[in-house]
């Protein structure tokens, strides 16, 4: 079967550094994808791996090992708007995402 | 640019009741079109997917279903709503020049049914 495995929630200090794992089993690999989700509103797209590596975007970099099935989200500086679920989605080989039921980061003065 | 917009943002309905969600996106043409459910603690759920006029898969076997009537709208219906089809609907586009995983969303559209 497929599966996506992430923690249900984490809590951080603002100010701090917080990394949100996520590990994967799929029939096949086409990328693997970190959106963030607020409270009653819609996820956004925040990264894209394919390739073994570290991809950095400003506060956030996102990690990638293939062989380990397993990625990492990490965010830099925690600000109280990072307080978000954050979604890790793998494509399969037949191009569907499988999604991870999410992570709530709660971030604490 | 690209806008998607789904309505309504919240909907209350009886257990047997029918149900319309709609979604429209500007600023692109033949996009793939989605439609998730959310259920609280739950990772997203694939419902249907289309890429084209009429042309829809359908991922879970479920009173819903899906129509296309035009390259940028996307509805999802109901003859009669069951109580477990509570939860965050959400429709989103992605380009459909290849194949990717980056997803557009609508705002969303909460159903409770009672």
């Known amino acids: 079967g497929q599966n996506i495995d992430q923690p249900t929630e984490m809590t951080a200090t603002e100010g701090a550094i917080v990394q949100i794992n996520c590990t994967y089993q799929t029939s096949g690999f086409n990328g693997l994808f970190w959106y963030q989700q607020h409270a009653g509103e819609a996820p956004t797209f925040l990264s894209y791996n394919v390739l073994d590596g570290l991809e950095e975007k400003g506060r956030f970099s996102s990690f990638l090992s293939r062989s380990k099935g397993y990625s990492y989200l990490l965010l830099k500086e925690l600000q109280m708007k990072d307080s978000a679920s954050y979604l890790c989605?793998?494509?399969?080989?037949?191009?569907?995402?499988?999604w991870g039921a999410g992570t709530k980061l709660i971030i604490k003065p | 640019s690209q806008t998607i917009h789904q309505w309504p943002a919240t909907l209350v309905q009886p257990v047997g009741s029918p149900l319309s969600l709609e979604c429209t996106v500007e600023?692109?043409?033949?996009?793939?079109l989605y439609w998730y459910r959310q259920a609280a603690g739950r990772g997203l759920q694939l419902l249907f997917y289309s890429v084209g006029i009429g042309q829809i898969s359908s991922e879970v076997p479920q009173n819903l279903s899906a129509s296309r009537p035009q390259d940028r709208q996307f509805i999802l219906s109901s003859k009669k709503l069951l109580l477990s089809d509570s939860g965050f609907y959400l429709c989103a586009w992605s380009s459909g020049e290849r194949h990717t995983g980056e997803l557009f969303f609508g705002e969303g559209s909460r159903l409770t049914v009672l």
């Open positions: 600023g692109t043409s033949n996009p793939n």
């Open positions: 989605a793998v494509m399969a080989g037949n191009y569907q995402l499988i």
